[in-house]
């Protein structure tokens, strides 16, 4: 059998997270939370609600249904500006 969705979502914001670059409390600053309750999430000890996964959808610029359909749709459907390497390239450029 699979993933169940709650494990599925935990895989795909970690990766969102690596492509990003961002770290715990950046994420949660964007959902209000301490790093705390997102590293509780991320464990499986707390389950993400479903404000967490809007607000996380449209943190970054992806569907919603993107986001639950797995890492590899979410970081497919990210765009190109939200990737650390892009982000690294832009500053390079601005220096």
Known sequence: MGLGLEEL???TVAALMQVTGESQRSVA???????TQVSRRQAGVVSWS????????????????DLLAG???ACEALPTDRR?????EAKGASR
């Open 9 to 11: 979502l935990r895989l």
């Open 29 to 35: 600053g964007v959902l209000g939370l301490t790093q």
């Open 50 to 65: 479903l404000r967490d996964v809007d607000v996380l959808a449209e943190h970054y610029g992806i569907g919603v249904l």
């Open 71 to 73: 890492p590899t749709r």
């Open 84 to 88: 650390r390497s892009a982000r690294t």
